[in-house]
């Protein structure tokens, strides 16, 4: 579900749309945005740039749930709820985020039901998403979890097939979405370039051969 058609309808909102734009911030990265267990009192839009939304464990340990983007609605869940928020969310570049102002939302919820409706499907959508997050996690090999990811980052970027994808999120954070090390990510990483699937760097990451990756996949 095109996040465009959820935005279109906040901007339809004049006033809703005009605080939203005044209440902007910037973060560096590695900086926090929010913490968990933060009880919301609006939601997020990202004006510019690349967020991680994750959970931190009892040890301290984090689990990456998504990444979020230029364009993106983040924070909703929980301010509709009123309970508090179950994840974090930290900066991954330099970005800008912009507030939309909590008691507005959701009067501009209850007076627009197609935005009502657009809302619930993007929860459903990413509730989806959680749930084969979950399975890959107990699942799926290492080795299979690491292919699924570099085809998600992919898909985030879209990029087409040998186009270089932006190298954003290091090998710690890897580790950190798919349950593992970093020492299993970069092993992993190795034998893949050494199989010729991928390229990597610093700066970008090239899939050369997504039908390995997705042979990977289908056999873990």
Known sequence: ??????????????QLWD?????????KS???????DTQMKHAYFVSKGLLKIYRVGSRGEQQIVRLIKTGDLFGFHSLLGDEPEVTACESLTDSEVCLIPGEAFK???SMNKDLADLL???TCDELKHSYNSLVELSQRTVRGRLANL???????FHTAAN??????????????????????????????KNDEIIRFDRR?????????????????
């Open 107 to 109: 009067k501009s919820i």
């Open 30 to 36: 590695g900086e926090v945005v929010y913490e968990q």
């Open 163 to 192: 186009e270089p994808i932006p190298l954003v999120i290091s090998r710690l954070d890897m580790a950190r979405w798919i349950g593992t090390s970093k020492e299993s990510v970069s092993r992993l990483i190795t034998e893949f």
């Open 120 to 122: 619930i499907k993007k």
């Open 19 to 27: 605080a939203t734009l005044s209440q902007c911030s910037f973060y």
């Open 204 to 220: 970008e990451l090239i899939i050369m051969n997504k039908e390995k990756l997705e042979r990977i996949i289908m056999l873990s």
């Open 1 to 14: 579900m095109p996040l465009s058609s959820i935005l279109k309808q906040i901007q339809a909102d004049d």
């Open 150 to 156: 570099l085809l998600k980052l992919q898909d985030l």
